[in-house]
T-cell receptor
């Protein structure tokens, strides 16, 4: 158990809908990262937050947005969903904003868009 | 552009034998970290080993060790005395330390099969 929690575990929704994925980092970790893993692919970095502020953006679509709240949990919002958005979405946390300290991954949320 | 390449989509090893998974990366940064993560069928991402670029000594964690060749930008993972539980996808990841973004850049993964 990494200490990072993600809810829900599975999500099935229809095209055009909007969903929110939630992540709670390990206790004390200030950085949260979101990654997308499409079927049998590597993980693609989406976005990073540090202590409530956006720190880095990767290949995140404009239909996607995220935020980190004062209690440090983070939410990833996916809107106008398309079939291609079906993937495993991982959240990871680290103690500092430097990647030198390894990232601890949550169990992921599997999103299926039908 | 910073990229990570894992050229072996799939590898097989006999139980108790040794296997080496390859990873190369491309960067102009001088300060970075490299990681190997294991993803079993449960899909959980599990850190196997990490290497700081400024350290010449290769990292070792029990049966797992790396061969880090900085000039060649190569970072291979050696698994000794392979066990059935080692069967998983293995991802190599790179994390820059100087560019202001500390995201991980992952390779496409190597699926390791362990044969009894």
């Amino acid at each position: 158990d990494s200490g990072v929690t993600q809810t829900p575990k599975h999500l099935i929704t229809a095209t055009g809908q909007r969903v929110t994925l939630r992540c709670s980092p390990r206790s004390g970790d200030l950085s949260v990262y979101w990654y997308q893993q499409s079927l049998d692919q590597g993980l693609q970095f989406l976005i990073q937050y540090y202590n409530g502020e956006e720190r880095a953006k990767g290949n995140i679509l404009e239909r996607f947005s995220a935020q980190q709240f004062p209690d440090l949990h983070s939410e990833l919002n996916l809107s106008s969903l398309e079939l291609g958005d079906s993937a495993l979405y991982f959240c990871a946390s680290s103690a500092y904003d430097r990647g030198a300290y390894e990232q601890y991954f949550g169990p992921g949320t599997r999103l299926t868009v039908t | 552009a910073q990229t990570v390449t894992q050229s072996q989509p799939e590898m097989s090893v006999q139980e108790a034998e040794t296997v080496t998974l390859s990873c190369t990366y491309d960067t102009s940064e001088s300060d970075y970290y490299l990681f190997w993560y294991k993803q079993p069928p449960s899909r959980q991402m599990i850190l196997v080993i990490r290497q700081e670029a400024y350290k010449q000594q290769n990292a070792t964690e029990n049966r797992f060790s790396v061969n880090f060749q900085k000039a060649a930008k190569s970072f291979s993972l050696k698994i000794s005395d392979s066990q059935l539980g080692d069967a998983a996808m293995y991802f190599c990841a790179y994390s820059p330390q100087t560019s202001g973004t500390y995201k991980y850049i992952f390779g496409t993964g190597t699926r390791l099969k362990v044969l009894a």
